[in-house]
Protein backbone atom coordinates (compact mmCIF):
# COMPACT_ATOMS: atom_id res chain seq x y z
CA UNK A 1 0.00 0.00 0.00
CA UNK A 2 1.28 3.53 -0.18
CA UNK A 3 3.48 4.94 2.25
CA UNK A 4 4.49 8.22 2.96
CA UNK A 5 7.65 9.70 4.64
CA UNK A 6 8.77 13.14 6.08
CA UNK A 7 11.46 14.30 7.76
CA UNK A 8 10.36 14.85 11.55
CA UNK A 9 11.72 18.67 12.37
CA UNK A 10 12.89 21.85 10.91
CA UNK A 11 14.45 24.69 12.65
CA UNK A 12 14.52 28.68 10.70
CA UNK A 13 14.58 31.89 11.76
CA UNK A 14 11.89 34.28 11.43
CA UNK A 15 11.76 35.94 7.76
CA UNK A 16 13.60 32.77 6.28
CA UNK A 17 12.48 30.43 4.02
CA UNK A 18 11.03 27.41 4.99
CA UNK A 19 10.61 23.57 3.00
CA UNK A 20 9.16 20.43 3.94
CA UNK A 21 9.89 17.40 1.69
CA UNK A 22 8.02 14.54 1.38
CA UNK A 23 7.89 11.08 -0.30
CA UNK A 24 5.27 8.80 -1.70
CA UNK A 25 5.47 5.53 -3.30
CA UNK A 26 2.45 4.88 -5.10
CA UNK A 27 2.41 6.81 -8.08
CA UNK A 28 -0.99 6.76 -8.95
CA UNK A 29 -1.51 9.05 -6.13
CA UNK A 30 -3.93 11.66 -8.20
CA UNK A 31 -3.95 14.64 -5.75
CA UNK A 32 -1.29 15.24 -3.06
CA UNK A 33 -1.93 17.39 -0.15
CA UNK A 34 -0.49 19.41 2.85
CA UNK A 35 -2.15 19.89 5.70
CA UNK A 36 -1.45 22.50 9.15
CA UNK A 37 -1.80 21.35 12.62
CA UNK A 38 -1.31 23.75 15.63
CA UNK A 39 -1.28 22.49 19.06
CA UNK A 40 -5.18 21.04 20.26
CA UNK A 41 -6.40 21.68 17.05
CA UNK A 42 -7.79 19.42 13.78
CA UNK A 43 -5.95 19.37 10.44
CA UNK A 44 -6.20 22.31 8.38
CA UNK A 45 -6.31 22.17 4.80
CA UNK A 46 -3.09 24.51 3.33
CA UNK A 47 -3.02 23.54 -0.53
CA UNK A 48 -3.11 20.75 -2.63
CA UNK A 49 -1.73 19.33 -5.74
CA UNK A 50 -3.11 17.27 -8.86
CA UNK A 51 -0.65 14.79 -10.23
CA UNK A 52 -0.46 16.47 -13.68
CA UNK A 53 0.91 19.45 -12.06
CA UNK A 54 4.60 20.17 -11.31
CA UNK A 55 4.39 23.35 -9.01
CA UNK A 56 1.29 25.30 -7.68
CA UNK A 57 1.57 28.66 -5.86
CA UNK A 58 -0.83 29.78 -3.50
CA UNK A 59 0.17 33.59 -2.00
CA UNK A 60 3.69 32.60 0.55
CA UNK A 61 2.86 28.77 -0.28
CA UNK A 62 4.49 26.78 -3.48
CA UNK A 63 4.40 23.08 -3.60
CA UNK A 64 6.37 21.28 -5.95
CA UNK A 65 5.91 17.35 -7.56
CA UNK A 66 8.39 15.30 -9.08
CA UNK A 67 5.98 12.57 -10.08
CA UNK A 68 9.50 10.81 -11.54
CA UNK A 69 10.95 10.65 -8.06
CA UNK A 70 7.59 10.48 -6.13
CA UNK A 71 9.10 13.77 -3.97
CA UNK A 72 6.56 16.78 -3.00
CA UNK A 73 7.81 19.59 -1.35
CA UNK A 74 6.36 22.54 0.39
CA UNK A 75 7.75 25.84 0.80
CA UNK A 76 7.14 28.72 2.68
CA UNK A 77 8.30 31.86 2.06
CA UNK A 78 9.04 34.54 4.77
CA UNK A 79 8.43 32.21 7.57
CA UNK A 80 6.96 34.13 10.63
CA UNK A 81 6.50 32.59 14.29
CA UNK A 82 2.55 31.71 13.24
CA UNK A 83 4.00 29.07 10.65
CA UNK A 84 4.88 27.24 13.63
CA UNK A 85 3.24 24.12 13.68
CA UNK A 86 2.91 20.09 12.74
CA UNK A 87 2.61 20.08 8.45
CA UNK A 88 1.79 16.62 7.22
CA UNK A 89 1.81 15.45 3.79
CA UNK A 90 -1.03 12.91 2.30
CA UNK A 91 -1.20 11.20 -0.46
CA UNK A 92 -4.29 9.26 -2.28
CA UNK A 93 -4.04 6.33 -4.26
CA UNK A 94 -6.56 5.48 -6.59
CA UNK A 95 -8.17 2.13 -5.18
CA UNK A 96 -10.67 0.13 -6.65
CA UNK A 97 -13.74 1.47 -5.21
CA UNK A 98 -13.19 4.43 -7.22
CA UNK A 99 -12.65 6.73 -4.08
CA UNK A 100 -9.72 8.78 -2.32
CA UNK A 101 -8.66 7.44 0.66
CA UNK A 102 -6.01 9.68 2.02
CA UNK A 103 -2.79 8.27 3.54
CA UNK A 104 -0.99 10.53 5.75
CA UNK A 105 2.86 10.78 6.49
CA UNK A 106 4.00 11.34 10.42
CA UNK A 107 4.25 15.11 10.24
CA UNK A 108 7.01 17.76 10.09
CA UNK A 109 7.08 20.04 13.05
CA UNK A 110 8.32 23.23 12.14
CA UNK A 111 9.87 25.54 14.71
CA UNK A 112 10.45 29.51 14.02
CA UNK A 113 12.64 31.01 15.83
CA UNK A 114 13.40 34.71 16.12
CA UNK B 1 -23.25 22.97 9.66
CA UNK B 2 -20.55 25.11 8.96
CA UNK B 3 -17.67 22.61 10.17
CA UNK B 4 -17.42 18.90 11.38
CA UNK B 5 -18.48 18.74 14.61
CA UNK B 6 -16.89 16.24 17.52
CA UNK B 7 -17.97 15.09 20.57
CA UNK B 8 -17.33 14.39 23.49
CA UNK B 9 -13.63 16.57 22.60
CA UNK B 10 -12.50 14.55 26.02
CA UNK B 11 -13.33 11.65 26.96
CA UNK B 12 -11.10 9.52 29.69
CA UNK B 13 -12.04 5.68 30.75
CA UNK B 14 -11.07 3.13 32.21
CA UNK B 15 -10.08 0.02 30.81
CA UNK B 16 -12.76 -2.62 29.61
CA UNK B 17 -15.87 0.39 29.31
CA UNK B 18 -17.51 0.89 26.03
CA UNK B 19 -16.87 4.31 24.08
CA UNK B 20 -19.00 6.25 21.59
CA UNK B 21 -17.45 8.98 19.52
CA UNK B 22 -19.74 11.10 18.08
CA UNK B 23 -19.29 13.11 14.66
CA UNK B 24 -21.54 15.56 12.92
CA UNK B 25 -20.26 16.05 9.05
CA UNK B 26 -20.53 19.06 7.24
CA UNK B 27 -24.35 19.33 6.02
CA UNK B 28 -24.58 17.97 2.18
CA UNK B 29 -21.29 16.20 2.51
CA UNK B 30 -21.80 12.42 1.52
CA UNK B 31 -18.44 10.81 1.98
CA UNK B 32 -17.76 10.90 6.00
CA UNK B 33 -13.86 9.21 7.17
CA UNK B 34 -12.75 8.39 10.96
CA UNK B 35 -8.63 8.42 11.38
CA UNK B 36 -6.97 7.90 14.21
CA UNK B 37 -3.86 9.85 15.49
CA UNK B 38 -1.58 8.60 18.23
CA UNK B 39 1.25 10.84 19.99
CA UNK B 40 3.56 12.23 17.62
CA UNK B 41 2.06 10.09 14.51
CA UNK B 42 -0.03 11.39 11.39
CA UNK B 43 -3.81 10.69 11.31
CA UNK B 44 -4.71 6.32 10.14
CA UNK B 45 -7.26 5.42 8.23
CA UNK B 46 -9.75 3.76 10.07
CA UNK B 47 -13.13 3.27 8.10
CA UNK B 48 -14.67 5.43 5.04
CA UNK B 49 -18.73 6.16 4.43
CA UNK B 50 -20.07 6.96 1.83
CA UNK B 51 -23.77 7.84 2.15
CA UNK B 52 -25.06 5.43 4.91
CA UNK B 53 -22.62 2.31 3.85
CA UNK B 54 -19.58 1.73 5.19
CA UNK B 55 -17.19 1.30 1.84
CA UNK B 56 -14.07 0.72 3.37
CA UNK B 57 -13.64 -0.26 6.82
CA UNK B 58 -10.22 -1.78 6.17
CA UNK B 59 -8.54 0.27 8.56
CA UNK B 60 -10.16 -0.58 11.87
CA UNK B 61 -7.80 -2.05 13.72
CA UNK B 62 -9.86 -5.20 15.43
CA UNK B 63 -13.42 -6.45 16.21
CA UNK B 64 -13.55 -4.19 18.98
CA UNK B 65 -14.27 -1.07 16.75
CA UNK B 66 -17.17 -0.34 14.61
CA UNK B 67 -19.12 2.55 13.36
CA UNK B 68 -22.25 3.30 12.22
CA UNK B 69 -23.93 6.22 9.92
CA UNK B 70 -27.65 4.88 9.71
CA UNK B 71 -28.97 8.19 7.78
CA UNK B 72 -26.37 9.36 5.89
CA UNK B 73 -25.04 12.30 8.29
CA UNK B 74 -23.94 11.85 11.83
CA UNK B 75 -21.73 8.90 12.63
CA UNK B 76 -20.78 7.13 15.85
CA UNK B 77 -17.76 5.40 16.42
CA UNK B 78 -18.37 2.58 19.12
CA UNK B 79 -15.27 1.05 20.67
CA UNK B 80 -15.75 -1.81 23.28
CA UNK B 81 -13.99 -3.28 26.19
CA UNK B 82 -11.34 -0.52 25.63
CA UNK B 83 -7.48 -1.25 25.87
CA UNK B 84 -4.85 1.02 26.87
CA UNK B 85 -3.67 1.61 23.66
CA UNK B 86 -6.81 2.64 22.10
CA UNK B 87 -5.78 5.73 23.55
CA UNK B 88 -5.28 8.66 20.82
CA UNK B 89 -7.55 11.15 19.03
CA UNK B 90 -9.88 10.22 17.00
CA UNK B 91 -10.86 12.56 13.97
CA UNK B 92 -13.64 13.06 11.79
CA UNK B 93 -13.37 13.94 8.37
CA UNK B 94 -16.04 15.01 5.76
CA UNK B 95 -15.94 15.63 1.98
CA UNK B 96 -18.17 16.42 -1.00
CA UNK B 97 -16.53 13.44 -2.98
CA UNK B 98 -16.16 15.78 -5.76
CA UNK B 99 -12.88 16.45 -7.64
CA UNK B 100 -9.96 17.17 -5.30
CA UNK B 101 -11.82 15.12 -2.80
CA UNK B 102 -10.83 18.14 0.22
CA UNK B 103 -11.62 16.74 3.07
CA UNK B 104 -12.06 18.98 6.45
CA UNK B 105 -11.25 17.65 9.37
CA UNK B 106 -13.18 18.16 12.89
CA UNK B 107 -10.81 19.00 16.36
CA UNK B 108 -11.14 15.06 17.19
CA UNK B 109 -12.21 13.58 20.17
CA UNK B 110 -9.26 12.25 22.86
CA UNK B 111 -9.55 9.61 24.04
CA UNK B 112 -7.48 8.46 27.30
CA UNK B 113 -7.87 4.99 28.34
CA UNK B 114 -6.70 4.39 32.13
Known amino acids: GEDVEQ ?14 NCTYTDS ?7 YKQE ?14 MDMKQDQRLTVLLNKK ?9 DTQTGDSAIYFCAA ?23 | GAGVSQTPSNKVTEKGKYVELRCDPISGHTALYWYRQSLGQGPEFLIYFQ ?11 NDRFFAVRPEG ?33 GAGSRLTVL
Open chain 2, 51 to 61: GTGAADDSGLP
Open chain 1, 92 to 114: TPVLSGGYNKLIFGAGTRLAVHP
Open chain 2, 73 to 105: SVSTLKIQRTERGDSAVYLCASSSSVGANVLTF
Open chain 1, 69 to 77: DKHLSLRIA
Open chain 1, 7 to 20: SLFLSVREGDSSVI
Open chain 1, 39 to 52: PGAGLQLLTYIFSN
Open chain 1, 28 to 34: SSTYLYW
